[in-house]
């Protein structure tokens, strides 16, 4: 059943698969690839999950647009029976070879940081850098704090991540013992709060499991120590141990305040528009807020109260443990970020919203590092054109950042305002993590984003920059974290539903595709739709479809 200006039309199930299938998927894929094949270069990336026994492989396309700035489309979704770098690779030529877009102008590879994916010797990456030789790494630097937090977490004292497992669990089964809890909750007029559950594979939801628990810190202490060994359910040792001892909420306190840190940076990192020109400003204010606690060795004044409470002994022990805990994380987030950081700190030019202070050497230096082919003459014009652009619309009595929000939306149609403008929209994740005033908020709403900023700056200029814009489409279209392709699960455990269970894989793909590749409303791609004659001409055929769907057959799936 579907609703078009306020008619109801039916269509049979059938019939409304092949319009998602072999019409509508097809055809956004084709606008896609027009647009890439437009700008030139773009980036993959890809992640891997299990629907059931099904392996599904996304593969997300990041590129550039002058319209729009950094876009995200899903190419394809395909079932892979072997995660091996080979059939991975296999895979992935394909899709661009049925897509006919140029392997060459692939500028990196964006996947979470496994030996698969990145090792030295036989991986995708180096597989693929074979056929495109200037090929970079897209790692994906919100799994890089992840892993920072887990490899670190073996220097505390305390082991918090298992006793937040072992609360979350000892409540998770039992209605009757979450029952009790309540009583306490109303003992000390508090309202009734769940534990968060520490999800062990994102060692960074440790944040949000912690913050739950202090605020609970009373009533579950009161409850744990109140149950005897008498009782149906006594209270574990380690539990006991854990409400009674300083050391341990010590330590809570502590890992609340160093993992807001990384929490916040992680959360940046996610965001839909930020590329490799923001990942220097991101990881070096990171790296100097943590060598700043290391120095002051300040981690937080209920911290620092709590450890000032202990004896010398207990409170150098455990302090050194915070050092080393806070030191391993350095350690860990340089030794990925040193491998990139020339890369980031060349491109970090484009992240400039001052586009009048940037110099022409900068640009320079960051395309010889490219190793892009350029008119360096050419390009020079360019680059006063824009500033001069710059200049001039920046003068206007309305502001730049709505002369530019007024500029994306009327190319975009005004829709997915939460994707385009979501530097202003934020998730309900940031909002919970941040508090930010009335001030603040304006000041968010005033931002602009680098990218969108050149898009509208090559709009306005009168001569077309062909250089700019190929330098620009390289810079922007590599990322710094896998966060859209692993959003695509998501979205696919919304699509695939227990009673959607028997969907096939090229159905999931197509909704996909049409759902995260769509920049309209439903209203907005009606009218589109009736100026787009191909496209109503074989949604109307009943013959065997116009846009064949072509699939991914892999060697490994002809096994």
């Known amino acids: 059943m579907i609703l078009i200006s306020g008619k109801i039309l039916h269509v049979e199930k059938t019939k409304a698969r092949e319009l998602a299938v072999n019409v509508l998927a097809p055809f956004m894929t084709a606008k896609i690839t027009q647009m890439i094949n437009k700008t030139g270069f773009y980036s993959l990336s890809f992640d891997a999950s299990n629907k059931g026994h099904k392996k599904m492989f996304p593969f997300v ?9 950094i876009e995200r489309s899903v190419i394809e979704v395909i079932e892979l029976v072997n995660e091996t770098a080979d059939y991975i690779v296999a895979s992935l030529r394909e ?43 897209g790692n994906c630097f919100s799994h890089v704090l992840n892993n920072a937090v887990k490899t670190s977490h073996t220097h505390l004292m305390i082991d918090v991540e298992s006793i937040l497992s072992k609360l979350y ?47 609970v810190l009373d009533p579950l202490s009161a409850y744990f120590l109140d149950l005897g060994d ?22 809570m306190y502590f890992l609340h305040n160093v993992l807001f840190d990384l929490q916040k940076k992680s959360l940046e990192l996610q965001r839909y528009y930020i590329s490799i020109v923001d990942l220097r400003r991101i990881i070096t204010s990171l790296l100097t807020k943590l060598n700043d606690r290391l120095k002051q060795n300040f981690f937080g004044y209920q911290t620092k109260v709590l450890l000032n409470s202990l004896a010398n002994a207990q409170r ?46 900068q640009i320079e230096k960051c395309v010889a590092f490219l190793k892009l082919e350029v008119d ?7 680059m006063n054109i824009l500033q001069s652009t710059f200049k001039e619309v920046n003068s206007y009595r309305e502001s730049l950042s709505h002369q530019i929000q007024k500029y994306i939306g009327d190319r975009t149609h005004g829709s997915n305002r939460d994707i385009i403008n979501d530097q202003y929209n934020e998730s309900e994740d940031e909002r919970d993590l941040f508090h930010k005033s009335a001030i603040e908020s304006h000041e968010n709403e005033n931002r602009i984003r680098s990218d969108q900023l050149w898009g509208y700056l090559l709009s306005k200029s009168t001569t077309f920059c062909s250089e700019m814009t190929k330098i620009l489409a390289y810079v922007y279209s590599i990322p710094c974290s896998n966060a859209f392709a692993e959003g695509v699960f998501s979205h696919m455990k919304h699509s695939w539903t227990p009673s959607r269970n028997l969907m096939s894989t090229e159905t999931i793909a197509a909704e996909l595709k049409i759902r995260l590749n769509s920049k309209m409303k439903c209203e907005d791609f009606y009218s589109f739709a ?25 060697i490994a799936n002809r096994e």
């Open 61 to 69: 396309i990041n590129y550039f647009t002058v319209e729009g700035g």
């Open 95 to 137: 899709v661009l070879q049925m897509n006919n877009i140029n392997i060459q102008n692939m500028t990196s590879i964006g996947a979470d940081n496994t030996n698969v994916n990145y090792g030295r010797n036989h991986s995708v990456f180096s597989l693929l850098k074979s056929d495109v030789p200037n090929l970079m790494k």
């Open 169 to 215: 669990g000892h409540f998770s089964s039992s209605t009757k013992r979450v029952e009790s809890l309540k009583e306490y909750f109303d003992f000390v007029e508090q309202d009734h709060l769940l534990l968060l559950k520490h999800i062990s594979i994102r060692w960074l939801s440790l944040y949000p499991s912690i913050e739950r628990l202090l605020k």
């Open 230 to 251: 008498r009782d149906e359910f006594p209270c574990p040792p380690t539990i006991s141990i854990f409400f009674t001892s300083t050391e341990a909420k010590c330590t």
């Open 316 to 361: 150098e022990k455990l302090n050194k443990s915070f050092v080393d805990y806070v030191s391993s994380i350095i350690k860990y987030i340089e030794k990925y970020y040193d491998e990139q950081s020339e890369l980031a700190e060349l491109t970090a030019v484009f992240g400039i919203c001052d586009i009048d202070e940037i110099k022409f050497c």
């Open 376 to 382: 360096h003459d050419k390009l020079f014009d360019e």
């Open 530 to 554: 009736q100026s787009q004659p191909e496209l109503i001409k074989c949604a109307h055929s009943k013959q065997k479809y116009s846009h064949i769907k072509k699939r991914v057959l892999t």
